[in-house]
């Protein structure tokens, strides 16, 4: 009788033993990433500036100068000259402007078209 009693004692304690030892690895499974060791991500005024050129060159503009301390993007397509401003506003979000001027004065269509492959970049 003693050695019934001491091997299902044994078997409790050992069911016991494995109940801690998964516990304790369920609870080892929680971790904290921490920041990124690639640095932080993009910007919302690098995200918008990225997406903004890419617009251009959707659109087929031949990007002829960028500033980006000042924000602008010029080129042309044809005979329309293309200036694109990306400034952060008071708010901290980011505008995005795009203007097409040829010799009959301002494109709105190209300037639309424009600001739609942007938002196509911008996941809208």
Not at 28 to 45: D, I, L, N
Request: aromatic share 8%; hydrophobic share 35%.
């Amino acid at each position: 009788m003693h050695s019934t009693a001491n091997a299902v004692a044994n078997k409790s304690r050992r069911g016991a033993i494995m109940l801690l030892v998964a516990a304790t690895l369920s609870i080892a499974g929680c971790y904290y990433y921490g920041p990124s060791p690639y640095g932080p991500g993009p910007t919302s005024f690098d995200r918008s500036w990225e997406a903004a050129r890419g617009a251009a060159y959707d659109e087929g503009v031949r990007i002829t100068n960028e500033d980006r301390s000042r924000g602008v993007i010029t080129g042309v397509r044809g005979d329309q000259d293309v200036t694109v401003n990306v400034f952060t506003q008071a708010d901290g979000s980011v505008r995005v402007e795009f203007n097409a001027r040829g010799p009959q004065g301002s494109n709105s269509d190209l300037a639309s078209r424009l600001s739609r492959a942007y938002d196509r970049r911008m996941g809208r």
